[in-house]
């Protein structure tokens, strides 16, 4: 099955700095790549996906970069905001499955 | 509430308890999963109903019983469960047919084995 790696697993950053997350994945059939925010206590919500035709997406602060060749993709957050702070999880779905492939999860803390 | 709707949010057991966890979608959509969410480690997908049909991660023990009465219903069944299962049980569903993929997540059930 897929196997998709995130790192880093913890990341701290300034307020109003960038933060970036990767991911890798194993299954060159993957075509569907979203990622998740869990703010603490509360369910995970999709904020941005990108499908295998394109290369990069973006919505207002946050955007997300496939290179399929070398099977990653990354979560970009720019102009970090106190509200940012969360667990942000990767996954990877195949393009003949309906099930997602979720990495480990990185605990992004934005510092005031 | 709309959405994905959970019960019980928390539950504590014993080892010889039966208890079910229950998950229900106001979302009309066709699909729902089970994931065990623990610390430091993926979500772990334990169950999916898609369109009738019922896919399982062979990992999971058969002390995990599914319920799929409908398409709005989801259960999962607990019993001899270990203190390594306590975590997060999470329910979500997704309309796979939309050419979305998105799954919506209920707010979990934090379960605690004694």
């Keep these: 099955g897929e196997n998709v790696e995130q790192h880093p697993s913890t990341l701290s950053v300034q307020e109003g700095d960038s933060a970036v997350i990767k991911c890798t994945y194993s299954d060159s059939a993957s075509n569907y790549f979203p990622w998740y925010k869990q703010e603490l206590g509360k369910r995970p919500q999709l904020i941005i996906d990108i499908r295998s035709n394109v290369g990069e997406k973006k919505d207002q602060r946050i955007a997300v970069t496939l290179n399929k060749t070398a099977k990653h993709f990354s979560l970009h957050i720019t102009e970090t905001q106190p509200e940012d702070s969360a667990v942000y999880f990767c996954a990877a779905k195949r393009s003949n499955d309906y099930k997602l492939s979720f990495g480990a999860g990185t605990t992004v803390t934005v510092r005031a | ?114």
């Design chain 2, 1 to 114: 509430e709309t959405g994905v709707t959970q019960t019980p949010r928390h539950l504590v057991m014993g080892m010889t308890n039966k208890k079910s966890l229950k998950c229900e979608q106001h979302l009309g959509h066709n699909a729902m999963y089970w994931y065990k969410q623990s610390a430091k480690k993926p979500l772990e997908l334990m169950f999916v109903y898609s369109l009738e049909e019922r896919v399982e991660n062979n990992s999971v023990p058969s002390r995990f019983s599914p319920e799929c009465p409908n398409s709005s219903h989801l259960f999962l069944h607990l019993h001899t469960l270990q203190p390594e299962d306590s975590a997060l049980y999470l329910c979500a569903s997704a309309w796979l047919t939309s050419g979305s993929y998105e799954q919506f997540f209920g707010p979990g059930t934090r379960l605690t084995v004694l």
